[in-house]
């Protein structure tokens, strides 16, 4: 990900000193648990705990020769401890490390990320009382079908966003799980004790049955769920896009003051920072199809996943984590027009009203066919010539024959459309 668009939280999870610090808070409690055990004396134990460290320039000198990162980081932590060195990494495998640490690593990024939507979904409830009775056309395939509430929109995306969070809370408690089981993930040399000490001192559970990795369907389903998440903001910047188009503008991104929309047109107000998040949500839904890809390992372990885990795991956290906080800052500054949403209620002379003529003619015993028959030659010659739909009601002897006139101009009220938004709301606390 590109470094200006990664925020100093994220920024810290995934820098090569975290990295490293998890690494050797992996070695340094198998350390401790070995000495439970007294296979690690208490004096190495101390002058482990004392002396452990590591710089990254000099993991990077070291493995410039091993070509193995592990190997480095042990060889440079070893030049820090001394003697005692020889009781670090005992009987562990690399993946042990370096599964296990990776996790710690996947759980904070996922609480950062529970944190930013948590904050989002805030703005969103935020924006859904203001606007709980602003009412605005419904559209359905882009047409104007009928009336509904602006607040009742940002309630869908609430909803939505408290459905994200639970679907990512149990992805991070999935992903967080680790390993201490050797090369094949049978304890062979070490204590499946070991494995469950580490782990609760780090936070994590011990996998009930690895081989020398972790099983990648946990990364794959937090992922995925990245995915998902990323396909929501996706949906709700389209529709803002959509609502700041010039020929609906009924909400916009705010424009803030020296901004620029277009190099050749001074006029424009583009809606880039939404246009940005449907963007990344690509590249969301392309690394979780890569992490999916990484499920089938051949036999107890392969290094197929490794490489590429190394960039699709850091760069989705940093992404998403990137595309909340913008997100979440573009709703809580969002322009909202309730004037041009009345204007694009009228817009279409009554047509939106069509659904309540045919059900009342359907009330006075006409059957449904001739009834939709008779309100549609009235709405397609509205459609057609721009005429208003309730006076050609009006004027339509069918259809007064069965309606009498104060009948039909109470079908023309809105607020018949907004008779349950309460109730809706109810379902919220609100």
């Not at 607040?151 to 679907?167: C, D, F, Q, S, Y």
């Not at 304890?187 to 004790?193: G, L, Q, V």
């Not at 503008?249 to 620029?260: I, W």
């Not at 001739?370 to 057609?384: H, K, P």
Request: contains cysteine; proline residues 3%; aromatic residues 8%.
């Amino acid at each position: 990900m590109i470094d200006r668009y990664t925020l100093p939280e994220m920024k810290a999870i995934w820098s090569q000193e975290n990295k490293y610090r998890k690494w050797l808070d992996v070695e340094i409690c198998a350390c401790e648990a070995l000495a439970e055990k007294g296979i690690v004396p208490a004096d190495a134990l101390r002058e482990i705990k004392a002396k452990a460290n590591f710089t990254v320039t000099r993991i990077d000198e070291i493995e410039a020769v091993t070509n193995h990162d592990v190997i480095a980081f042990l060889t440079c932590v070893a030049e820090y401890v001394g003697d005692s060195a020889k009781y670090i990494h005992l009987g562990l495998t690399s993946s042990d490390v370096l599964d296990t640490a990776l996790a710690v690593q996947i759980k904070e990024a996922g609480e950062q990320i529970l944190r930013r939507m948590k904050e989002l979904r805030l703005a969103l409830l935020e924006k859904a009382v203001a606007h709980r009775n602003t009412i605005m056309i419904g559209r359905t395939h882009g047409i104007h079908a009928e009336p509904t509430t602006f607040g009742l929109k940002m309630l869908l995306w609430v909803a939505e966003t408290e459905r994200n969070i639970k679907r990512m809370e149990s992805a991070v408690a999935t992903v967080s799980a680790g390993k201490i089981s050797g090369a094949v993930g049978t304890y062979a040399n070490i204590d499946p004790f070991v494995e469950a000490y580490v782990c609760r001192k780090l936070g994590l559970e011990p996998a009930r049955v690895s081989t020398q990795v972790l099983q990648r369907d946990r990364h794959a389903e937090f992922m995925t769920t990245l995915a998902v998440i990323g396909s929501s903001l996706d949906k709700f910047a389209t529709e803002i896009r959509s609502l700041q188009r010039t020929d609906i503008l009924e909400a916009e991104e705010f424009f803030k003051k020296g901004q620029k929309g277009s190099s050749a047109m001074p006029h424009k107000r583009n809606p880039i920072t939404t246009e940005r998040i449907s963007g990344l949500a690509r590249l969301l839904r392309g690394n979780a199809l890569v992490a999916m890809e990484n499920v089938p390992l051949w036999h107890e372990r392969d290094i197929s996943h490794s490489s590429v885990e190394r960039v699709i795991i850091p760069d989705s956290t940093i992404t998403m984590d990137y595309m909340l906080y913008k997100f979440t800052d573009i709703m809580q500054n969002l322009i909202v027009y309730p004037e041009n949403m009345q204007k694009n209620l009228d817009k279409t002379h009554g047509l939106i009203f069509s659904q309540r003529a045919l059900l009342a003619l359907v009330d006075k015993g006409q059957s449904r066919e001739n009834a939709y028959e008779l309100v549609q030659r009235n709405a397609m010659r509205s459609w057609n010539e721009g005429e208003d739909f309730k006076q050609l009601l009006l004027h339509d002897s069918e259809i007064t024959a069965v309606l009498p006139e104060n009948e039909i101009e109470a079908l023309f009220d809105s607020s018949y459309h907004l008779q349950y938004v309460d109730e809706i709301y109810k379902r919220f606390g609100l």
